[in-house]
């Protein structure tokens, strides 16, 4: 398949509607001021075949499209113990809520909501302890193939203004789910959100999740077993597109992980991955443009999962 033509096609397609749809996330003041005339999209086959288009080059905030690294690093150190303070089902609720932890003792419904991932966050903290934001920065690098930073001005910006956030972290620490002080684990929280990344690096850092688990730049490596990257397919598909996920899998048909910086990271199970761009957003959190984006990309392909 001609990927490239593939890219350059929905580009050309999509680029009149820019800015037309959605609007930028603005409850975290430095993103408010991202331009909304951004469009880029990325892949990275299993055999190192990339193609790009558009502003596949210019790093944005990954906002939750991070909650997909943390998982993968805390399912790799901790395995199965990852999963006794967090659920695997879909919320039905916005990704801040807090009406349902509240409910259910402190217990996030799933690691995909803002409560799981300050859950998976505590837990990153306590194995790495002051290693954990460096242990990040260190797995991104490595499967990126390239240097990856956060960006301090946006994780200012959300620890300035994440009240709910750390209502969600204190309300689970009242239920004696959090180990660590709640201010350790927002701030780590903070910093993954605030990672920048372009369409091509996480195209390429995704990579394990097309390849069952084998590192995208070192062959041999394994970043988390065949099974473990199985079920971050099958949370993705469930939980990773906030409450639209059976929207996504009904128009899509691909595992994906978005974050309201307007990126969302799509798999093609032992094909690619894909990365798209564009910062306005929909109600639910979802990328307008990203999401048309990937429904043309998986109609012209043919690449669904069904
Ligand atoms: N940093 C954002 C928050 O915690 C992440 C939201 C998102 O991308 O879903 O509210």
Redesign the pocket.
Known sequence: MDFQALLDGINADLRPQLGKEGRVACY?PALARVPISKFGMALRTCDGVEAACGDSAAPFSI??VSKLFTLTLGMRLLGDALWERIHREPSGNP??SLLQLESEQGVPRNPFI?AGAIAVADRLVSTLGANAKPGLLEMLSSLAGEAIFFDDEVAAS?AET?F??LALANLMKSFGKIDNPVATVVDF??HQ?ALRMSCRQLACAAGYLCRDGAHPQEGGNEVVSERQARRLNALMLTCGT?DAAGEFAYRIGLPCKS???GGIVAVVPDTLTLCVWSPAVDAS?NSVLGTRALELFASRSGLSIF
Do not use: A, D
């Open positions: 975290i906002q939750s990704f801040n803002n959300e994440g709910r956030n929280y903070f959100c906030y974050g309201v910086g959190g």
